[in-house]
């Protein structure tokens, strides 16, 4: 991508660029693909995007439905081409078509994340709580342990009852073949858990040990198009036997059978609390350099712009929405258990103000103290984005464009990092 800039007399920075064909393309299929998504449409072998959204949708031009996200993807690109650090996103005005296999031109007006200074540089002092572990926690995981390694024994013979743990011989076919992953000599089932369909369910329930009994029941299966039907499933069925599912005591013996490489259960348990304690100090860490942005931010009096509170506020709700769906709740019964819209929205300007204001602080001291991101900094940013792989999350920031979003996160934990090591902490009193 080619981008020219020229600094206006408002202190903006004026933006023209010029993404390649090949970038097109590639912002074109990002958004088609979110677009397919979105939609919920499945791929479909030998068809492209387009194919598969022109048959199940009627859409015939999909690039001109996705322009605008198309737009939005490459314009990260040109802020990141120029190494600026936006006070909030910019909105980008076409200057050529938008087409596959075109260059695009496209221009945009930047506000620079502004510099502002703190009322005092020195020592931050702050008072957090002290760091313990609850030994319930490593108790809690003990059992969590030995409720993995729980075992099904046979139980006292009674007729199949809804909950039980049953032991059955199953013979399935479906339409005379013979259905392999259903069919077994034994195989341990719980009855009335939804594991299988109700007619089946309805068919063992009340089966006594010993019993046979040959049914048919309906499930589901999918057609020759992949379209979700009801079959027809022949089976036959034995009680082998009622079985209790029983959960060890983690001793010293289980220990040597079960996991060898510990010496007993009280060294697996000392491994389970070290293990503990190493999160929980990750998070301590993380709380304290919490408190102590908090207090940086009592120094910041600078003004923030209006267009900053309002591209926070869209960011955060938008954010919230997903979350929220993800958890079966609307974003009306959320609002209602958080006192309200008035107060939900007060709330949110107070939780908008202070993270703007902390960032602009820890900006303030990075700059201040002439601290330097190195490699390192910009691993552990995309560590605490990806703790599993901080090596993707960086090769998705960089790849979309963020790389300054990256740098923006690193250089703040660096400074947030820098003012712990040198704030005035002290612990308070446990409580009792």
Not at 87 to 113: D, I
Not at 160 to 175: F, N, P, R, W, Y
Request: hydrophobic share 35%.
């Amino acid at each position: 991508m080619k981008v020219t800039e020229k600094k206006l007399d408002d202190g903006r920075i004026q933006l023209e660029a010029v993404a390649t064909p090949e970038e097109v393309d590639q912002a074109l299929n990002a958004a088609a693909y979110g677009f397919a998504q979105q939609m919920n449409l499945h791929p479909v072998q030998g068809k492209t995007i387009e194919q598969i959204v022109e048959d199940q949708l009627g859409i015939k031009d999909l690039a001109s439905i996705v322009e605008p996200q198309t737009t939005e993807m490459l314009v990260p690109f040109a802020i990141d081409k120029k190494n600026i650090i936006p006070s909030y996103p910019p909105k980008a005005t076409a200057k050529s078509p938008l087409k596959r296999g075109q260059s695009f031109t496209f221009s945009l007006t930047v506000s620079p994340r502004p510099d502002y200074e703190l009322s005092s540089y020195d020592p931050v002092s702050i008072t957090v709580a002290p760091f313990e572990i609850d030994p319930a926690e490593v108790e809690n995981e003990i059992a969590r342990m030995a409720d993995q390694f729980a075992e099904f024994v046979t139980d006292d013979p009674h007729p199949v009852q809804s909950g039980d743990h049953c032991m059955l011989a199953i013979e399935a076919t479906k339409d005379g073949e013979p259905m392999q992953g259903l069919t077994t000599d034994g195989r341990t089932y719980t009855a009335g858990a939804g594991l299988m369909p109700d007619g089946f369910d309805e068919n063992v329930i009340g089966m006594d040990v010993g019993e046979t009994k040959s049914f048919t029941f309906t499930g589901p299966g999918l057609d020759d198009k992949g379209n979700q039907i009801d079959e027809t499933i022949e089976c036959t069925v034995t009680v082998k036997e009622i079985q209790k599912r029983v959960i060890p005591a983690i001793t010293d013996e289980w220990v040597k059978k079960n996991m060898p490489l510990y010496r007993d259960a009280d060294a697996l348990r000392g491994s389970i609390k070290d293990r503990i304690e190493k999160g929980r100090m990750n998070e301590y860490e993380n709380y304290k350099r919490q408190v102590a942005a908090s207090e940086l931010a009592k120094r910041f009096s600078g003004r923030i712009a209006d267009e900053v509170y309002e591209a926070m506020q869209q960011t955060m709700l938008m954010n919230m929405r997903s979350e929220l769906q993800q958890q079966g709740m609307t974003f009306e019964q959320f609002v209602e258990q958080n006192g309200g819209e008035q107060q939900f929205n007060m709330m949110l300007m107070m939780q908008i103000r202070e993270t703007l204001v902390q960032g602009y602080a820890l900006d303030a001291l990075f700059r201040h103290e002439g601290l330097v991101v190195t490699d390192e900094d910009l691993e552990d940013a995309c560590r605490l984005m990806n703790p599993q792989n901080p090596q993707m999350a960086r090769q998705q920031m960089e790849s979309s464009g963020r790389g300054f979003a990256l740098r923006e996160i690193a250089e703040r934990m660096k400074a947030n990092k820098w003012l712990l090591d040198h704030a005035e902490v002290t612990i308070a009193e446990p409580q009792k």
